[in-house]
C-alpha cells in the first residue's frame, strides 16, 4: 500500500506544464512537492496565494506565509498575493486548471462529500464548493478505508455532499480509479497489491478492463 507520500508522488503526473492548480488540505498539499523541475506550474490557494513552491525546511518557515490550511508554505519567484474574494473569482471563472482535494467519501458517480460528519467538530466549508462546482478537472487524493477498515469509496455517499457528479479521478493508497459515463474503472494499483485486494475494499462496483497495471511512482 502506498503512503500519502506517494498518493501524492502519483497524482503530481497528472499537473501538466503551465498549469493553475488548487490543492486542498491534507494529502493534496503533498503534491507541491512532487512536481518535476523541468515544467512550469502555478499552485493558487484560495486565502489569495498564486505561486506557492515546496513546504519550506524545519527551521526556515516563515509565520506569515500560509495556505488556506494555515499550513507555512513557500513562494517561488514571481509569485503574488491578493485578497480571498479576488482569489475566489479565479475559481469561479474557471482560471484555475486542475483541482486536487481531499475526501471523507466518494461515490461511484463522482460525488463528493469532504466537509461535515454531522455531530463532530470540523473546521468548515471552506473554499470547496466554490472549487467543485467551478472546476473542470478534479483529482481526489484520499484513504481507501477508513481506520475501522470500511470503504469510502462507495455506491452512494453517506455524508452531507459537496459537489455532484464531479470528481473525474481518485487516487488511494490501493488504487487509481477514474469517473466515467459508464461507472468507476480500475486503471492501475498499488505495487503488490492484487485486483482482488481492492475489490475487497471498495463498497462501489468497479469497471475492470483485462489487466490492470501497477502503478509507476
Not at 508522488?9 to 486542498?24: C, F, P, Q, T
Not at 468507476?184 to 463498497?203: F, H, W
Request: a negative charge.
Amino acid at each position: 500500500m502506498l503512503t500519502k507520500e506517494q498518493i501524492a508522488k502519483r497524482i503530481s503526473r497528472e499537473v501538466k506544464d503551465r498549469m493553475y492548480v488548487n490543492l486542498g488540505i491534507g494529502i493534496p498539499t503533498l503534491v507541491a512537492n512532487y512536481v518535476p523541475d523541468d515544467i512550469s506550474v502555478e499552485f493558487q490557494s484560495e486565502n489569495g496565494v498564486l505561486g506557492m513552491g515546496p513546504f519550506p525546511y524545519e527551521g526556515e518557515e516563515d509565520a506569515d506565509l500560509i495556505n488556506a490550511g494555515k499550513q507555512t508554505i513557500t513562494i517561488l519567484p514571481g509569485g503574488s498575493f491578493f485578497d480571498s474574494a479576488f482569489s475566489f473569482g479565479m475559481i469561479r471563472s474557471q482560471k484555475v486548471d486542475l483541482t486536487i482535494l481531499g475526501a471523507m467519501e466518494v461515490s461511484e458517480n463522482g460525488d463528493i462529500a469532504n466537509w461535515k460528519i454531522p455531530g463532530k467538530m470540523v473546521k468548515g466549508m471552506g473554499g470547496a464548493m466554490d472549487l467543485v462546482a467551478s472546476a473542470e478537472n478534479i483529482i481526489v487524493a484520499m484513504m481507501h478505508v477508513n481506520k475501522a477498515g470500511e470503504s469510502k469509496i462507495l455506491k452512494q455517499c453517506t455524508l452531507p455532499l459537496t459537489g455532484v457528479n464531479c470528481v473525474k479521478k481518485i487516487v488511494t493508497e490501493l488504487a487509481v480509479m477514474e469517473v466515467t459515463p459508464a461507472g468507476l474503472r480500475l486503471i492501475e494499483r498499488a505495487p503488490g497489491v492484487t485486483v482482488d485486494d481492492i475489490i475487497k475494499a471498495t463498497e462501489a462496483h468497479l469497471l475492470i478492463d483485462g489487466d490492470v497495471p501497477e502503478m509507476q511512482l
